[in-house]
């Protein structure tokens, strides 16, 4: 008699999430780049308006 084959049920919920996670990470890291590099912006327009954006938002700054 054979035992029934176990597949574990999380197989795809995990699959998902770490598909999930990999889609948090590469965005996160867009966003960074393009604040950073907003922020750190040679144009003084571009650099204004991430500062402006800062203070509308209430983050900490100067
Ligand atoms: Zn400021």
Do not use: E, W
Not at 23 to 35: I, K, P, S, Y
Not at 48 to 53: K, P, R
């Amino acid at each position: 008699m054979n035992m029934p084959t176990y597949v574990p049920a999380s197989t795809p919920t995990h699959t998902a999430v770490r598909g999930v996670l990999r889609q948090l990470a590469a965005a996160g890291a867009l966003g960074m780049a393009v604040l950073y590099g907003v922020a750190f912006a040679d144009s003084p327009l571009a650099h204004n308006a991430a500062h402006d954006v800062r203070h509308i938002t209430v983050k900490p700054c100067h």
